[in-house]
């Protein structure tokens, strides 16, 4: 079984959230990133999982610069066996699916993961469009998967509820969670990692169709009033007179 | 022509479906456009429809379970034959799978996650939720036209004066699908979290499962959805699909009552979209205060019964 996990890079969740003067730019000094915990948690150790059931082979792949190259070595040791990084900084999820699928379509896996979205952009839009590309069937936000001989079973995650569905491999899927338990990588797997093979590859050309005009922070809250513990009726006045809700 | 989904369930149409048809008819209006809604499911009573802005809609009486490559292609078809310049959907499971499979199939840029848009200088400019809801990102369409998909709750529902709509018939061909539905569970009886409009959310402050009547009884009183934070979900107190925050359900009610949840980041990334935050919490550090609109410092279990007991009251006068 091949298994092809995409995987991206995010600003930790405590990050500050800053930009620059002309809002054009997020402000990364000083931040610290990490892989993005849908790819990492969730699909990187299904996929694993996947591998240790049926056997196979798990490729990472990633769109990014060399500074990347360090989230990639974790993946790497938590479980995947080989690496692969597109080099180029994308400006949007169409530049990021349009290399992956190009690559994905050379190296024909049976499986693609992506994680449901990643924690900074919140797109949910890879996965998608890396099916279209690749004209195979998308699960989306996946959060239990069965392979059952050459069909996958997937349990996909709807308004209020879940679908369960059936689709013959290759199929692309997002992971949400309950897909599978974060692992921890240990050391021999920090120390193997360092010899699993890590290619770097040129990118394709690709068109803009949206601009960034430029990022913007919320209005600051006004502050919390307080209310006395003691006063229910107070309470009872917020809900009816400003919440309105009863 | 700005083209809508319109996403039907029961044979009535969704509140995501409504808001979807509010902001084409804002965006209709706003650059000289006609808006036609697409239906495609049970069908739907156009005098329903009357209110939201649409001058048409095309509707498709489909029983069975549509896969995102058959939605994606039956849109396509609409866009083609109507001429849509714009197409708007909500980004809702359905709208997650299949917007950015349908940017690539029609070669249309997508902006995903809308709040709101304006026109600035005469051209378009979306406002795109970044960051879980901690900032936001405005972005324009490179050829003036593309796939909005929006987030729940966000642009919020807008009445139009009610106007005739005309009943189009488009050829569309429906593919043959390349995911078979297996089963469908859903809870019943209740809102689903994403469409909610006031949410009660209770976390660890509970103590024990068999203290959750209380967090129901002040859900019952002001019809909300409960919620909790992750620990909770964890511990198996509460359904997964009640776990709201930045692995769990994100979520922008106008209201979010919290109780005995201490805010912190990762829960607050999926809550802080709320437009009015209520925090009950015994910790006077707790940084969910800070987040929030009106605040108790104390127990819960003092306050929760009378409050209540209070509401109910109210209510009754």
């Given at each position: ?22 809002g ?9 990133y990490?892989?993005?915990?849908y ?16 056997g ?9 610069n ?25 400006m949007?999820?169409?530049?990021i699916?349009?290399?992956?699928a ?16 990643t ?5 949910s839009?890879?996965?998608?469009r ?30 209020g ?20 338990e ?59 007179n ?5 | ?68 490559s ?12 109507l ?9 809702n ?10 940017s ?11 709040v ?63 995911i ?17 409009e ?16 209380m ?27 009640e ?24 829960h ?50």
């Open positions: 079984m091949k298994l092809l996990v995409c995987i991206s890079k995010t600003p930790d969740t405590t990050s500050k959230i800053s930009f620059s003067q002309d054009k730019r997020y402000l990364d000094e000083g931040i610290q990490i892989l993005n915990p790819d990492e948690w969730y699909a990187l150790v299904r996929a694993i999982e996947l591998k240790e059931k049926f196979g082979q798990i490729d990472v792949i990633h769109v990014g060399a500074t990347s190259d360090i989230l990639i070595r974790k993946a790497l040791a938590i479980g995947a066996d080989a690496a692969f990084r597109i080099d180029m900084e994308p949007n999820s169409d530049e699916a349009k290399q992956i190009k690559f994905a379509k050379e190296n024909s896996y049976d499986l693609i993961f992506c994680g449901k979205e924690i900074d952009h919140n797109s839009e890879v996965a998608s890396i099916a279209q590309y690749l004209d195979i069937p998308y699960l989306s936000y996946c959060n239990h998967l069965e392979i059952e001989n050459d069909k996958i079973v997937a349990s996909c995650e709807l308004e509820g879940v679908a369960l569905l059936e689709a013959k491999i290759p199929v692309v899927i997002s992971a949400a969670k309950g897909l599978a974060q692992r921890i990588p240990n050391m021999k797997g920090i120390i193997d990692a360092k010899k699993k093979p890590l290619e770097v590859i040129s990118p394709i050309e690709t068109e803009q169709l949206v601009e960034l005009v430029c990022f913007e922070l919320p209005p600051v809250k006004s502050g919390v009033k307080m209310i006395d513990p003691t006063q229910i009726d107070e309470m009872v006045a917020v809900f009816k400003e919440l309105k809700i009863i | 022509m700005v083209l809508v989904i319109l996403e039907e369930q029961n044979g009535r149409i969704k509140k995501s479906a409504i808001e979807a048809a509010g902001f084409a008819s804002k965006l209709a209006q706003l650059s000289g456009m006609k808006v036609c809604g697409l239906c495609l499911g049970r069908t739907i009573n156009v005098n329903e429809l009357t209110g939201l802005g649409l001058d048409q809609i095309v509707q498709i009486e489909h029983a069975d379970y549509l896969d995102s058959q939605w994606i292609s039956i849109v396509a078809q609409a866009k083609e034959q001429g849509s310049k714009f197409i708007v959907l909500s980004n499971s359905l709208g997650k799978s299949i917007s950015g499979g349908l690539v199939h029609l070669k249309m840029g997508l902006i995903s996650n809308v709101n848009f304006k026109s600035q200088e005469g051209v378009l400019q979306f406002q795109k939720s970044v960051f879980s809801g901690k900032a936001s990102a405005w972005y324009a369409f490179s050829d003036l036209n593309g796939i909005i998909a929006l987030m729940p709750n966000g642009f919020g529902i807008h009445k139009f004066d009610e106007k005739p709509i005309d009943s189009k018939v488009l050829d569309l061909k429906i593919p043959e699908p390349k078979k539905l297996l089963d469908r569970k859903l809870i019943q009886g209740k809102t689903p979290l994403t469409e909610a006031i949410v009660v959310s209770a976390g660890r402050g509970l103590k024990d499962p068999s203290n959750w009547y967090v129901e009884e002040l859900a019952d009183i002001l019809h909300a959805t409960t919620a909790c934070s992750r620990p909770v979900a964890d511990a198996g107190w509460r359904p997964h699909h776990h709201v925050g930045q692995t769990g359900v994100a979520i922008r009610p106008n209201v979010y009552i919290a109780l005995g949840i201490s805010g912190a980041i990762q607050l990334a999926g809550v802080n979209n709320s437009k009015k935050i209520f925090v009950i919490n015994k910790d006077p550090e707790a940084p969910f205060f800070k987040a929030a609109d009106f605040g108790v410092c104390g127990d819960l279990f003092e306050i929760l019964p009378k409050l209540n007991e209070a509401l109910r009251k109210s209510k009754m006068n």
